[in-house]
């Protein structure tokens, strides 16, 4: 079986990213058990409320089965999209689910553009 890039929308309940505001988001990402096995799981919360399930889910036939990438993408415009940027903070990988430091999701101070940086 070819590996493809499937796309996973949110399927519990939707929401709306606005501008100038912190989110937290947190995945559970489980490979399947062993190639051919459809018993891999996908969850994800945003601040603190799921957003995604999906049980049951087929994603390497590979050996090793491991996760080597992983992309989370925004889209919904209407037209040419306007200027974006998207700042990230505090990763953690565990095996357990850690949830959402208190009060960082709703922290209204936009973040500081980095300063420094040199694009090659």
Not at 79 to 105: K, L, M
Request: hydrophobic content about 30%.
């Amino acid at each position: 079986m070819q590996e493809t890039d499937t796309l996973y929308p949110q399927n519990i309940s939707p929401v709306s990213v606005v501008n100038d505001r912190w989110y937290c988001f947190e995945y559970r990402i489980t490979m399947n058990s062993a190639p051919g096995v459809s018993d891999g799981v996908i969850e994800g919360w945003i601040d603190d409320v799921q957003h995604w399930s999906y049980p049951n889910v087929h994603l390497q036939d590979k050996t090793p089965l491991v996760l080597n990438q992983m992309q989370v993408t925004g889209s919904g415009f209407d037209g040419p999209s306007p200027e974006q940027f998207r700042w990230h903070d505090q990763f953690v990988i565990s095996t357990n689910r850690i949830g959402c430091t208190p009060g960082t999701a709703q922290a209204p101070t936009p973040p500081l553009a980095p300063a420094g940086l040199t694009i090659r």
